[in-house]
């Protein structure tokens, strides 16, 4: 928290009644209070005056590299529980910021001083080892500080237990709760009993928004936009928050979605989405820019979806003759874990020429950096 910010909170004076006395608006305030601008001299005066020297030049610096606040304002929620209904300006505003941060971080992999203070829980009930890490990374980048709660998931008893663990952290006050469920709608739970923003980390089988968001940041930085794009996503589709996350975010920038599997793995209700479905590779791939390759989720299966393994990689897993089907440039992506031999041949993932795999996890730490700094950015704004 700014100086002055605590300075105001201690004093009990509120933002708006400053800035009058300042004779500013409270927008001018809070640009001064993030990092934006630096008061004017005359400003500068008058704050150490009022503040009897409490504050003084010191407490004020410019956050370099900083994007002015505009940048942030077509995102206007306080958490990402999911890519539905979210619209192509507030996907291209966090897409866009993830962009700078690459620019930023490249070049100078410092902390942010901007959000010393602040606070990031990652609440993982689901074993991950790169969501979970890329969101820690991300904070810690911005300077925030991390708890990763340690979960039993064995011991948690759903519904009361989850409420009772949402009050315990919020009575930690953290900003940012990252939720990682096994149950769909965890997150929108938590996100009406907390005060901090929520960061949907991949619920059950229903959304993953910030996978989706890291996606289309790669597919972006390849082929310069996302719009008219063909784009096939193939395997375990039944069980795949990704997939639903990446089909929304696709066909909201305005790409055309191939679904590829076969019938037992196939959703139903996404044509709803606008995509469209094949169980047959070679019509499915048929000029397709980007093949998204997923996992076979067998933790999420109930019962037996495939012959074997073997059986599946023969018709479903993605192999350089299959991929010959889609265009001569087109580029491999998948999520991770990535269980070779079975829904992509292991040459083929290590092929940097072709895949995305590597790139997709380092976009990944950026898209959370730029998520976190939305919903603080937001969260800021309303106090
Ligand atoms: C995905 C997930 O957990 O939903 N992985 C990830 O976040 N990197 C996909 C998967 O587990 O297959």
Known sequence: MHALDKWLRNNSISRKTFSTKLNISIATLSRYLSGNRIPKQEIMQRIIYLTDGKINPSNFYIIKNNNSSSSFKNYKNDHLLGIENLKEDEISSLLNRADEIIKENRLEPKVNQKYNGKTLVNLF???STRTKT?????AKRLGIDVINMQIETSSIRKGESLLDTAMTLNAMQPDILVIRHSLSGTPHLLANKVNCGVINAGDGQHEHPTQALLDALAIRRRKKQIKGLKIAICGDIAHSRVARSNIKLLITMGAKVNLIAPS???AEGLSYYGANTFSNFKEGLNDVDIVMILRLQRERMQGSYIPSAKEYFKFYGLDREKLSFAKSDALVMHPG?????VEIDS???DDINRTLILEQ???GVAIRMSVIEHLIHNLEFKK
């Open 347 to 349: 040459e083929l993932a």
């Open 264 to 266: 037992t793995l196939m």
């Open 134 to 138: 890329s969101f820690e990374l991300a």
């Open 337 to 341: 874990p990535i269980n070779r031999g």
């Open 361 to 363: 996890v380092e976009l």
């Open 125 to 127: 009930f689901e074993d």
